[in-house]
C-alpha cells in the first residue's frame, strides 16, 4: 500500500513502514509523521501483524530528521500544535505501539530520525548508517524526545557530547555507545531485520506485550513501582491461552503455537 510519504507492506507477521522522500533523504514533514502514526494505529489494531519494522527508502538515508523546509517562518503557536499534535506525533506513536517496533537503520539516522529511532523498540544498523543530533547546528534542541531517551540509552555524558557538538557518529560508534543493538553489512541488513522480526513474531503476543509494558515503565517509573507492574503482570500472563500453551508445549517437547489470547 502506499501513499505520498510512506510506504506500507505485510509479509507473514511481520508488517513494514518505509518512509519515501528520497529527494529529501526521507526527512520527516508533517504529512509522513501523520501517515506514521496512522499506519501504526492500523497495525496495532490487525492481530494478523505481529511487528513492525521501520525503514527509509534507498541506501542513503534512514532518516536524515525533520524537514528543515517546515520551520521557517513558522509562529511559535503553530509548531507547539504541531508538536502536541496526537495524530502527528510519530515518536510517541512508537514508543507507545503495543507490539515490538524495530528500525532497520539504513542511512542517514539525524535528529528526528534519531529520535524516531531511539522511540522504536529496537535498533538494528547497517554499516554505512550514520547517527547524529545536529539540532545545535540549526540553533535548535531536540524536540522529539532526544534530550530524554539519547541519555538512556548512552549516558548522560555521551549525550552531551552528541547533542553540544552535533557530530555525527558512525554505526560501529552507535554499537559501542548502546545507541543500537547490532551493525550488518549494508546488503545484509533487511534480511537480519525480518530474521529478527519473524523470530520474535513466534513469540506469544500477549507475553510481548506485558514485556514492553514493564520495560517502558523501568525508564518512567521509580523501580518499586515498576517491580510491583512487573509482578502484577506475571500474575495476569497466567490468564492467557498463550502461558498454558507455551508451558504445555515445553513439557511436551513440542513447539509453542502462541494465538495471542
Ligand atoms: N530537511 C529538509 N530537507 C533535507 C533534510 C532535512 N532534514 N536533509 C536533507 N534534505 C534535502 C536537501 O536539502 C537536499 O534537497 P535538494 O536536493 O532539494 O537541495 C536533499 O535532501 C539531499 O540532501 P543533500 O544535503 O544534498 O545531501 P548530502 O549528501 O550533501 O548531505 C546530509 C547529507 C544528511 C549531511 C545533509 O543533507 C544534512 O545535513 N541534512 C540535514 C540534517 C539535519 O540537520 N537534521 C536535523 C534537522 S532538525
Do not use: W
Not at 520551520?71 to 511559535?76: A, C, D, K, L, V
Amino acid at each position: 500500500m502506499a501513499d505520498d510519504t510512506i510506504l506500507t507492506s505485510i509479509e507473514g507477521r511481520v508488517a513494514t513502514i518505509t518512509i519515501n522522500r528520497p529527494d529529501k533523504l526521507n526527512a520527516l514533514n508533517e504529512p509522513t509523521r501523520s501517515a506514521i502514526v496512522g499506519a501504526l494505529d492500523r497495525f496495532a489494531g490487525d492481530a494478523d501483524v505481529r511487528v513492525v519494522i521501520l525503514t527509509g527508502t534507498g541506501e542513503k538515508a534512514f532518516i536524515a530528521g525533520a524537514d528543515i523546509g517546515e520551520f521557517e517562518g513558522r509562529t511559535p503557536v503553530a509548531q507547539y500544535r504541531v508538536m502536541n499534535d496526537p495524530h502527528a506525533n510519530a515518536f510517541e506513536a512508537a514508543d507507545q505501539f503495543p507490539k515490538p517496533i524495530i528500525a532497520a537503520v539504513n542511512g542517514f539516522c539525524l535528529g528526528g530520525g534519531c529520535e524516531l529511532a531511539m522511540a522504536c523498540d529496537i535498533r538494528i544498523a547497517s554499516d554505512k548508517a550514520k547517527f547524529g543530533q545536529p539540532e545545535i547546528n540549526l540553533g535548535l534542541l531536540p524536540g522529539g524526545g532526544g534530550t530524554q531517551r539519547l541519555p538512556r540509552l548512552i549516558g548522560l555524558g555521551n549525550a552531551f557530547k552528541l547533542l553540544y557538538t552535533g557530530d555525527m557518529i558512525t554505526a560501529d560508534e552507535a554499537l559501542r555507545l548502546g545507541l543500537v543493538s547490532e551493525v550488518v553489512p549494508a546488503a545484509d541488513l533487511m534480511t537480519r531485520v525480518k530474521a529478527l522480526a519473524a523470530a520474535i513474531a513466534s513469540k506469544s503476543p500477549v507475553a510481548l506485550r506485558y514485556i514492553k509494558d514493564a520495560l517502558r515503565a523501568s525508564v518512567r517509573s521509580p523501580m518499586e513501582e515498576g517491580l510491583r507492574l512487573e509482578r502484577t503482570l506475571f500474575g495476569l500472563v497466567f490468564a492467557s491461552e498463550d502461558k498454558k500453551e507455551g508451558v504445555e508445549a515445553f513439557l511436551q517437547k513440542r513447539k509453542a503455537d502462541f494465538k495471542g489470547a
